[in-house]
């Protein structure tokens, strides 16, 4: 059983930087792939990033590549979404996830094994 807690959600401005963190306590964290999705109102929670299980691969969302970087540090249990440049759409509600790899690349939430309760992200002057 591993329980997903978010934390470094907030209101940033246009063009700011959020880190987003997701503390993992439990067994089995290190065997995990570990990614973030996100929720925007009134849509679907949608994939964000995928890193892999000892972070040698990575995966982003067309719309986040080059702006958004996760990785994880084994040691803590613990994986981050460096959010650089934002944008208005990125406002979401932004959830840690642990699973398989290729399920959280390919967007199978109904096969992803634990979910965090999710972290609110506003983008807005």
């Known amino acids: 059983q591993v329980h997903l807690v978010e934390s470094g959600g907030g209101l940033a401005q246009p063009g700011g930087s959020l880190r987003l963190s997701c503390a993992a306590s439990g067994r089995g964290f290190s065997g995990y792939g570990m990614g973030w999705f996100r929720q925007a109102p009134g849509k679907e929670r949608e994939f964000v990033a995928v890193v892999s299980w000892n972070g040698g691969d990575t995966t982003y969302e067309d719309l986040v590549k080059g702006r958004f970087t996760i990785s994880r540090d084994n040691a803590k249990n613990t994986v981050y979404l460096q959010m650089n440049s934002l944008k208005p759409e990125d406002t979401a509600v932004y959830y840690c996830?642990?699973?398989?790899?290729?399920?959280?690349?390919?967007?199978?939430?109904?096969?992803?094994?634990?979910w965090g309760q999710g972290t609110q992200v506003t983008v807005s002057s």
């Open positions: 996830a642990a699973g398989s790899y290729y399920d959280i690349r390919n967007d199978r939430k109904s096969m992803i094994n634990y």
